[in-house]
């Protein structure tokens, strides 16, 4: 072993031993305080930007102006929040006693909260991803950190309702996420924007992110992998543009998104006006609403523009290698989605791609493979939920 794997270690070490005892101190500092019966925090990918399924969830609730206290837990020290949202940092003490006293807690990702949660609470766990083309949780066992895993197991006991976006995700739900509980099929809050969207927001969104309205755009979305090399994001983005322009007669712009979990090595990219940065933004929904079509390789967004019917190609240059460190599920070979090896392959994929043929594989595969549930009103059904909850608290 290296100094420096050592090092890594030694302070992974570290810093995992300093959350153990914190999450000791706080939870039990505070589990004899009493729930406040209106107050409900959200976390986003532990303490990211206002986004993804909570952020919905916290839109919907302001929409029919219902009383409740709201908190966001974040990691930065000032975000954009609506005037009616609260921030509250990761790791402090006032973390902790937020969400042991809120009567609802929502997440979207399973981790180890600093509460020990009481009978009057309610959580919900949105999770991230309609879509499990990679093998998740109790599939990927073996793959995962023991101490994820563990921690894993902790968040699906104290679970209360899980959401589900697709036939998909439920069965592997069931099978895999060591949970029991109750599994709410309405779909993704953060998939409402797709259906509640007309031609002249989405103008609005554009004109706020400075995207020229006369300009169509191609968005590459690639998932992590576990080693996380970034290699295989060759992407020849001129090359790519030139055909797509080929194709259609009109102007793209690339917009590139990394997965959070490595967001910020969005460096390894070189940005110019045709190729935009959205690895940052704090919404990535929107990214996907404006954009026309999709390059990606085994990340879940495929069905994010599957559900909008937009083209979508799968730059796979690490297939088998993908197969054998992660692993795929078989559905993989059942896509509606050409995968493609190359940079050549898929550019004469762009250059040869047939939309009628597309839509009709496409419309098949979600009703009978993927089994959507998403239809524009998961928000509504999540705050539905909640507000029975609350009435019921003493």
């Not at 940092?89 to 006032?94: I, Y």
């Not at 902790?154 to 895999?176: A, F, M, N, P, Q």
């Not at 392959?345 to 047939?354: A, D, G, V």
Request: charged share 25%; with cysteine.
């Amino acid at each position: 072993m290296s100094i420096k794997s050592i090092r890594k270690k030694i302070k992974r070490t570290y810093k995992n031993a300093i959350a153990d005892i914190k999450y000791i101190i706080f939870s039990n500092l505070f589990k004899s305080v009493k729930v406040k019966k209106n107050r409900i925090v959200f976390n986003n990918f532990n303490g990211k930007d206002f986004g993804d399924n909570p952020k919905y969830i916290a839109e919907e609730i302001i929409r029919q102006q219902l009383p409740y206290e709201l908190y966001w837990v974040t990691k930065k020290k000032a975000i954009h929040l609506p005037k009616e949202i609260k921030q509250i940092k990761v790791g402090s003490l006032k973390e902790a006693y937020i969400y042991a006293t809120s009567s609802i807690i929502i997440c979207n990702t399973k981790q180890r909260l600093p509460f020990k949660k009481k009978k009057d609470q309610y959580y919900i766990q949105t999770w991230h991803g309609a879509f499990p083309l990679k093998l998740i949780e109790g599939e990927a066992e073996h793959l995962l950190p023991q101490r994820y895993v563990q921690q894993s197991i902790e968040d699906s006991k104290i679970t209360d309702l899980i959401l589900s976006g697709s036939g998909i995700l439920s069965k592997v739900i069931k099978e895999s996420f060591w949970y029991q509980g109750d599994i709410l099929e309405f779909g993704s809050p953060r998939d409402d924007i797709y259906f509640n969207q007309t031609s002249e927001s989405i103008k609005q969104i554009k004109t706020r992110l400075q995207i020229p309205l006369n300009k169509k755009i191609v968005m590459y979305a690639p998932t992590f992998r576990d080693n996380r090399k970034t290699d295989m994001y060759n992407l020849d983005f001129k090359q790519i543009l030139k055909a797509l322009n080929q194709k259609t007669g009109e102007e793209w712009i690339f917009i590139v998104r990394l997965h959070p979990n490595i967001s910020t090595r969005d460096h390894i990219f070189s940005y110019s006006e045709n190729i935009i940065n959205g690895s940052r933004y704090s919404d990535p929904q929107e990214l996907f609403l404006l954009s026309d079509f999709l390059i990606t390789d085994y990340s879940s967004v495929m069905m994010d523009f599957g559900i909008m019917e937009k083209p979508v190609i799968l730059y796979t240059p690490d297939l088998e290698e993908y197969k054998k460190s992660r692993g795929i599920r078989p559905i993989f070979n059942q896509l509606p989605f050409p995968y493609t090896h190359t940079n050549a392959e898929l550019i004469q994929m762009i250059l040869h791609f047939n939309e009628n043929d597309y839509l009709n594989k496409l419309n098949h595969f979600i009703e009978e493979d993927y089994k959507n549930f998403s239809y524009g009103d998961a928000s509504q059904q999540v705050v539905k939920k909640i507000k029975e909850f609350i009435e019921n608290l003493n």
